[in-house]
């Protein structure tokens, strides 16, 4: 038996990423919307209640709307939008983070696929709040790059524009310092306040770099780097798509310099621990249209349906 999948909103960058890894396979069935009927309800409706798999690729207040059109009770729902990350009713699809969590996944029918910013913070924070490492009150701050594929259609049509663009630098922006990922940053860590977080956005495509510093004398057991590192990769040892790189491995890059683009069209993340003896720098480094959405999309898919995780990744 084929599972069959839909994917409302298969026309939005993430949507079109999935449909992409899905075509690959001969697994599943992929339920086809007219594109004339993409935006009728009740066509909607039709195919959200035919499917056993559901990626909703949606802004939020369309994600919400799409719950409301399930009248099948064994209709699973992936949602890639912002809209219910947060929400405990809801299983958070980063299986990485521990067992529990993936058993959630294994066994709910509404996952929320984690934002890509927020997939690089929370795989460093995550782990290193829940052992105490770092105090659920830490001060955090977290700065990141990210190619413009991540501010979706509208951001890539200005970037790709045949007249060209303005953009003369890499331009940071959330200037208010308040973006949509911070509360999944925030919940999901287990934080009591919400980091400083300054994201910029760069002329190339995509991949994403996202980075959190520490300062030594401000941690319990003021641990050092090696200690951090060697914590951390024993965290993520067993785990396919999380990888914890070599102590100085950046030095063997050329001029030292660590690139957002290292893992794209993969479904991997790189943890990279630096710095020196009394400020610790930590790094993940990812796909945005991959284990940043996309990918991670068909991982959790896969662990709902009980395939192989690493399947078509």
Same mark, same amino acid.
């Given at each position: 038996?084929?599972?069959?999948?839909?994917?409302?909103?298969?026309?939005?960058?993430?949507?079109?990423?999935?449909?992409? !890894?899905?075509?690959?396979?001969?697994?599943?069935?992929?339920?086809?919307?007219?594109?004339?009927? !993409?935006?009728?309800?009740?066509? !909607?409706?039709? $195919?959200?209640?035919?499917?056993?798999?559901?990626?909703?690729?949606?802004?939020?207040?369309?994600?919400? =709307?799409?719950?409301?059109?399930? =009248?099948? *009770?064994?209709?699973?729902?992936?949602?890639?939008?912002?809209?219910?990350?947060?929400?405990?009713?809801?299983?958070?699809?980063?299986?990485?983070?521990?067992?529990?969590?993936?058993?959630?996944?294994?066994?709910?029918?509404?996952?929320?696929?984690?934002?890509? $910013?927020?997939?690089?913070?929370?795989?460093?924070?995550?782990?290193?709040?829940?052992?105490?490492?770092?105090?659920?009150?830490?001060?955090?701050?977290?700065?990141?790059?990210?190619?413009?594929?991540?501010?979706?259609?509208?951001?890539? *049509?200005? $970037?790709?524009?045949?007249?060209?663009?303005?953009?003369?630098?890499?331009?940071? $922006?959330?200037?208010?310092? @308040?973006?949509?990922?911070?509360? =999944?940053?925030?919940?999901? @860590?287990?934080?009591?306040?919400?980091?400083?977080?300054?994201?910029?956005?760069? @002329?190339?495509?995509?991949?994403?770099?996202?980075?959190?510093?520490?300062?030594?004398?401000?941690?319990?057991?003021?641990? +050092?780097? =090696?200690?951090?590192?060697?914590?951390?990769?024993?965290?993520?040892?067993?785990?396919?798509?999380?990888?914890?790189?070599?102590?100085?491995?950046?030095?063997?890059?050329?001029? @030292?310099?660590?690139?957002?683009? !290292?893992?794209?069209?993969?479904?991997?993340?790189?943890?990279?621990?630096?710095?020196?003896?009394?400020?610790?720098?930590?790094? +993940?480094?990812?796909?945005?249209?991959?284990?940043?959405?996309?990918?991670?999309?068909?991982?959790?898919?896969?662990?709902?349906?009980?395939?192989?995780?690493?399947?078509?990744?």
């Amino acid at each position: 038996m084929k599972y069959k999948i839909y994917v409302d909103g298969s026309e939005g960058t993430t949507g079109l990423k999935i449909n992409e !890894r899905l075509e690959k396979r001969n697994d599943i069935e992929i339920l086809k919307i007219n594109p004339e009927k !993409r935006k009728d309800i009740n066509e !909607r409706k039709k $195919y959200i209640n035919e499917a056993d798999i559901v990626f909703l690729c949606l802004p939020d207040a369309a994600a919400k =709307e799409a719950i409301t059109l399930v =009248e099948n *009770s064994s209709t699973k729902i992936i949602d890639a939008s912002t809209a219910h990350r947060i929400n405990p009713d809801w299983a958070y699809g980063l299986p990485e983070l521990g067992i529990e969590l993936r058993k959630k996944i294994q066994s709910s029918k509404r996952v929320a696929v984690p934002g890509c $910013y927020a997939t690089g913070f929370i795989s460093i924070v995550y782990p290193i709040v829940a052992a105490n490492i770092i105090p659920k009150d830490y001060p955090l701050t977290c700065h990141a790059l990210s190619g413009y594929s991540g501010g979706g259609k509208k951001l890539i *049509s200005q $970037y790709e524009s045949p007249q060209g663009h303005n953009f003369e630098s890499p331009q940071l $922006y959330a200037l208010g310092l @308040s973006h949509k990922h911070i509360p =999944e940053m925030t919940v999901i @860590s287990g934080l009591e306040f919400p980091p400083i977080f300054s994201p910029i956005v760069c @002329s190339y495509f995509k991949g994403m770099s996202v980075c959190v510093p520490l300062h030594r004398r401000l941690l319990p057991d003021n641990l +050092s780097m =090696e200690k951090i590192h060697e914590f951390i990769s024993d965290y993520y040892s067993n785990e396919e798509f999380i990888k914890v790189m070599p102590l100085g491995m950046e030095k063997e890059f050329p001029n @030292s310099f660590l690139g957002a683009t !290292r893992v794209n069209d993969t479904n991997y993340l790189e943890i990279f621990v630096t710095g020196n003896e009394e400020q610790i720098m930590l790094v +993940s480094v990812l796909d945005n249209l991959g284990k940043g959405s996309s990918g991670a999309a068909i991982q959790n898919m896969n662990i709902m349906l009980g395939f192989d995780e690493n399947t078509g990744l």
